[in-house]
């Protein structure tokens, strides 16, 4: 899992609360439990005009022109910015798989479904979760090419104007991201009393580990 430090990253708005996972990613996409390649299908039915599917080459299927994400000012944007319980729905782990693959480090929205809030932390994503109003700030100074700074070690936002803007996040979770911690990670740290525990319970229980 990549590690969130700091990041000054190019903003993409969507305007919209109560965004669903199947919205993020459709249901016909969760055959796959690889991590990867679920970039292209990031908001599908609202990034193309035709239905798609798994394995589909998506550099030719006709984009929505209108949509936020096909606009060119907002190519290589790494914060996305939102409305109000972002993730709700099913609490399918390839919803933060998409984001990610796409190329988002953070969320920006005022609340965010509890599981897809969990989720996002385990894949290296970090949701920030800021009051409504501040949230509504945000939206009206954004223009094509407005970029934020976050800096996760200090809990700040900073704005183009040099405004600092403080969010919490949970002492755990931030080591985690910090250091690029996903659950194997974190259990793989302690290795070696894993290992001696193996060998004790070898010498006990040797039946257990005949093949």
Known sequence: MRAFTQITGLVAPIDR???DTDAII???FLKSIRRSGFGPYLFDEWRYLDRGEPDMDCSTRPLNEHFILNRSEYQG????LTRENFGCGSSRE?????????GFRAIIAPSFADIFYNNCFKN????IALPAAEVDSLFQELVP?????IDLAAQTITTPAGRAIRFDVDETRKYRLLNGLDDI???LQHADKIREYEAKRAKRAP???TN
């Open 26 to 28: 459709p249901k016909q």
């Open 94 to 102: 390839h919803a933060p798989w998409a984001l990610e693959d796409f």
């Open 145 to 149: 090419g407005y970029r934020l700074t």
């Open 124 to 127: 290296g994503l970090l949701p």
């Open 17 to 19: 609360a109560n965004i």
């Open 207 to 209: 039946w257990l580990f």
């Open 185 to 187: 990670a974190l259990s």
């Open 77 to 80: 944007a790494e914060i996305l």
